[in-house]
């Protein structure tokens, strides 16, 4: 089974496949949001929005152990937690809303959910730059680190990733699991991190939490955002395991799922 | 520059087994050449202009391409209904590297489709979709046209401008209407029960599709 052209290079392959995710970017905005401007907007208002309510409740509640600014707190991690959830989420229509576009053979699996991580990171990343300035803006102080932040963002872009690629393969092979996996988002929230950071848990409930590797990611955020106001702790190369292994099999698992996702 | 099959099967697995489309296909297109392929339903005709295309691996086999073939041209071509004619122009000019704004153009003033051009592809009817895919593959000036089945270039003058601009390009046709390849062919081939059989005379390649 191989298929010989008169040879192209590494550099070609990777122009083409630039070239690709390039356009299914542009076609991607077109069919989201249509081609008025103001659907543009709404890219950035969602998760705006979302992140300010659940910020604005947590103000409400109080007492949070002296945590500086629960907005900071709660507001701009969530941002990240979105960016995971959206991902993940969507990543079961990805291959069936395109599947018009597998009659033209350089657009391949992965390139289709690359183009839609794209933007769905750099609508992220912007918000998290108008919640951090909003933060400051509010009187909280500037972050300690925010390259240890965009560090953050990055490993859970990446995470989010290799997950997504992983719920594409899965769901294109078995119809309906994706119910499931909307439910298991859900669930996975009170345990991301998101609501605690290490060190208020207990000795034996922090040994469990450390398996999960969205707790090192807020870590590593609250550490760009706080400094050393806090104690954090983390450890990058587990989360880089996570990234690796999710890639390994959601790219092996795309690669199984095309040889049966019909052009009708 | 051609396009060569070596022995290619493919198979898709069925609930009892597996289902075996094609069961040693061997062909070679040279450049240039307007191949005519014959087929009834269910022949496997257009599992072979998948695999003619790139769009789907064979299960066992060798494939050689080295001219640019199109993608399978045809009513299901490759469009996202939602997207007007005008930016399924744009996607597919972008990822073939040509430049957007003369794809659109040359569509424009070759496909008939008037102020269609700028409405979603899910409202054409089939006619100009066919049209709109043919445009673009035009434009986009491949060596080799992949064109699977209901076709509707008659006698108009889109048929006549067709034709003229396929004189110098290679054309593979995988139909089931006879007419067709006598109209743009030059060599034909029939696709029964999974091989293909190459006849040098036309005539001949039509006796045996019209005897199956």
Known sequence: MSDTAARPTLADCARTQLRVIGALVIREMHTRFGRHRFGYLTLFFEPLLLAIGVGIIHQLHKGERGVRGSFEMYAIGYVLFMKLRQMIMRAHGTIP??????????????????????IETAACTGVLF???????????????SPIKMLAAAALMFLLAQGLALMVGAATAEWHGIERFIHLLTYLFLPISGLFFMLYWLPPWLQDLAVW???VHIFELLRDGQFGEKYWT???????????LVTHLIGLAGLRIVRQRVGLE | MALELIDVHKSYPMNIGRKHVLRGVNASFGRGERVGILGRNGSGKSTLVRILSGVEMPTRGRIRRTMSVSWPIGLAAGFLNALSGQDNCRFIARIYGKPSQDVVDYVESFAELGEYLRMPVGTYSSGMRSRLGLAISLAIEFECF???????????????????????????????????????????????????????????????????
């Not at chain 1, 702790?233 to 990234?243: A, E, F, P």
């Not at chain 2, 003229?164 to 006879?178: C, D, E, K, M």
């Not at chain 2, 059989?197 to 006796?207: G, H, M, P, R, V």
């Open chain 1, 97 to 118: 809303s395109n599947a018009a576009l597998l009659f033209h053979r350089q657009v391949a699996l992965p390139d289709l959910f690359f183009a839609r991580h794209l």
């Open chain 1, 130 to 144: 108008i919640m951090t300035f909003a933060g400051i803006a509010m009187g909280g102080e500037i972050p300690d």
């Open chain 1, 212 to 214: 999960v590797p969205t």
């Open chain 1, 233 to 243: 702790q983390y450890d990058i190369l587990y989360v880089i395991k996570w990234i």
């Open chain 2, 146 to 212: 992949l064109i699977d089945e209901a076709l509707s270039v008659g006698d108009n003058k889109f048929g006549r401008a067709f034709a003229a601009r396929l004189a110098n390009a290679g054309l593979i046709l995988v139909t089931h209407s006879p007419s067709q390849v006598r109209q743009l062919c030059t060599r034909a081939a029939v696709m029964d029960q999974g091989t293909l059989t190459f006849y040098e005379d036309i005539d001949e390649a039509l006796a045996t599709y019209n005897s199956l």
